[in-house]
């Protein structure tokens, strides 16, 4: 059949194996294209809202604010101030008149009411447009309640998510360095880059504590504001989700001289290289020792249930598409556990490096696609014939419609996916989605002919 993809998109789709590894990535989305990337806006927002003690309060027209907590569950073990969700709710006089007024007053009675440890104010597109001065406002509202009040530069037209996560890690950087580091042990982390979807983060501290290392800081998941003004007490910067939060580790690293590594808790493999390489980096027999029975310990419940598992699902196909690639890595090799073959993968955010590797650990043929959009991903899907399909809220309708299985492996679910526990939801939420009788009664739709159909616009080609 023929693929369906705009001519200026070709740059950004691979297929292992038909021509040298090239793949453009980090660029704008095309227009019209529909890109299942969101705004800057969003991008920092993600980031940012797990941090549980502070106010979040977006400065723009109401329904910039729609993101809320709802879409990405992050959960929190104390207070829940980042559930709710506030916004100075921007009208034409104040796009004509400015906004300023409007946020210190929002700024002034929110502090007043909640007592927070901390404000982040979030810029969308049309703040960045009447030029409102956020950086003035913070200063004086931070004067005024004694509170750090953390302007976020997050316009939304002024890039792609990524730019998002660097706003979001610009800000936070203004917190790092202003708590007290007495009292942290040499043997010490912060978690960046786990959002606590579901308590994944209350899990992977809790491997950390039984091989004796002190967490500092959870940044952002179940974040607290005090616990990221000393981080930068802590030896070792744990980065997950490099694309989210690598920019602040290496703000940290030029600084503060932490040393970084990058993990994944997605897996069997890389949650166990996760805890080894933190033994390893602290050089301690002892802690990789604990590292090493911890991981026996988890293979011995998790390894006979795969077995099960992998019987159902050998040979079933799986399609891939997640905000980072980081995440993309580890399941192709969760996949590999339950004999299923990874047929197309990609990334709203992922770099050249990552696609590097993906390209490497990947099949002979498996599509890899940067910045995707409906009709590419509809295409693929049903080109490949796969079996399930691996997303956020925005992939799963394109499974559903076309009678694919689906798996959420993003913002909005409610099941544990990292660590051993998670490799264990993962499999039977595999297992329990492909296998469905639900897909009798809705067959999975053929593939569309391969004339290019009238509505199609005339800057679409087949590759
Ligand atoms: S693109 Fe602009 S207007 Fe739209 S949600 Fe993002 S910040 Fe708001």
Redesign the pocket.
């Known amino acids: 059949m023929t693929t369906r993809i705009y001519q200026e998109r070709q740059g950004q789709i691979h297929r292992k194996g038909k021509k040298p590894f090239a793949l453009e990535c980090d660029k704008e989305s095309l227009a019209g294209a529909v890109s299942q990337r969101?705004?800057?806006?969003?991008g920092s927002r993600v980031v940012l809202y797990p941090i549980a003690d502070a106010v979040h309060l977006v400065h723009?027209?109401i329904?910039?604010a729609v993101?809320t907590w709802d879409i990405r569950g992050a959960l929190s073990s104390g207070p829940e101030l980042h559930r709710l969700s506030f916004s100075t709710d921007l009208q034409e006089k104040d796009v004509i008149f400015g906004g300023e007024k409007k946020l210190h007053a929002a700024l002034i009675e929110l502090i007043d009411r909640y007592q927070p440890k901390a404000a982040f104010v979030y810029s969308?597109?049309?703040v960045g447009i009447i030029g409102d001065d956020l950086e003035a406002v913070c200063k004086t509202v931070a004067a005024e309640t004694g509170i750090p009040v953390l302007p976020v530069q997050?316009?939304?037209?002024k890039g792609n998510k990524r730019a998002g996560y660097e706003a979001a890690c610009n800000a936070m950087f203004r917190l790092v360095g202003t708590g007290d580091i007495s009292n942290i042990s040499r043997h010490s982390i912060n978690i960046l880059g786990d959002f606590n979807l579901a308590g994944e983060i209350w899990l992977i501290r809790e491997y950390f504590n039984r091989m004796g290392v002190e967490v500092v800081a959870n940044i952002t998941g179940d974040g607290r504001v005090d616990d990221i003004k000393r981080c930068h007490g802590a030896a070792l910067n744990v980065v997950q989700c490099s694309g989210a939060t690598m920019t602040l580790a290496n703000l940290i690293k030029e600084k503060y001289g932490t040393p970084v590594i990058r993990v994944s808790y997605f897996g069997i493999e890389d949650m166990a290289e996760s805890l080894y390489a933190v033994a390893n980096h602290f050089k301690d027999p002892e802690m990789l020792a604990k590292a090493k029975e911890i991981v026996r310990q988890e293979l011995e419940i998790l390894l006979p249930t795969l077995k099960k598992y992998r019987a159902a699902l050998t040979g079933k196909k799986a399609a891939i598409y997640v905000g980072g690639a980081f995440k993309a890595f580890s399941l192709v090799k969760a996949f590999r556990h339950l004999g299923m073959q990874v047929v197309m993968v990609g990334s709203q955010t992922g770099t050249k490096e990552d696609y590097q590797e993906l390209q490497e650990i990947t099949d002979e043929g498996t599509i890899i696609v940067d910045d995707s959009n409906p009709l590419e991903l509809s295409s693929f899907l049903q080109e490949k014939e796969v079996d399930i399909f691996v997303g956020g809220v925005k992939e799963r309708p394109i499974a559903y419609k076309l009678g694919i299985a689906f798996c959420d492996h993003n913002h909005e679910r409610k099941e544990m996916l990292a660590g051993f526990t998670g490799m264990m939801n993962f499999a039977k939420e595999v297992y329990g989605s492909v296998m469905s009788p639900v897909w009798k009664l809705v067959p999975r739709k053929q593939p569309q002919s391969t004339q290019l159909r009238a509505s199609v616009p005339a800057c679409i080609a087949g590759l």
């Open positions: 969101a705004c800057v806006f969003c723009g027209p329904g910039c993101y969308t597109c049309i997050s316009e939304g037209f």
